[in-house]
């Protein structure tokens, strides 16, 4: 089992920056790809980013490249998104999640899940 703690999440205006952080705990950190999923009001979770185990490579979906940065901390059992030049469209629940493989979350599953945290960015 992989416990996922979400933090960091809060309001923001249009145009500001919010950091998520990810506290990763049980078995091995390890081995897991570890991403971003979100969750609009009414709409189904959405895969946003993703970085491989050794940190050497990492995915966006399309709305967020160039805004969001993925990146990990293994020491410390850490996954991070920077999210720059928030917008109103960005306010979702965010997950944490991890799987054994970048593709497996690009799909949009994974094995284990935070518990979320709000972001929401007003116009």
């Known amino acids: 089992q992989v416990q996922l703690v979400e933090s960091g999440g809060g309001l923001v205006q249009a145009g500001g920056s919010l950091r998520l952080s990810c506290a990763a705990s049980?078995?091995?950190?390890?081995?897991?790809?570890m991403g971003w999923f979100r969750q609009a009001p009414g709409k189904e979770h959405k895969f946003v980013a993703a970085i491989s185990w050794s940190g050497n490579s990492t995915y966006y979906t399309d709305s967020v490249k160039g805004r969001f940065t993925i990146s990990r901390d293994n020491a410390k059992n850490m996954v991070y998104l920077q999210m720059n030049s928030l917008k109103p469209e960005d306010t979702a629940v965010y997950y944490c999640a991890a799987t054994m493989t970048v593709a497996t979350m690009r799909a949009g599953m994974a094995d284990y899940w935070g518990q979320g945290t709000q972001v929401t960015v007003s116009s």
């Open positions: 049980g078995r091995t950190f390890l081995g897991y790809a």
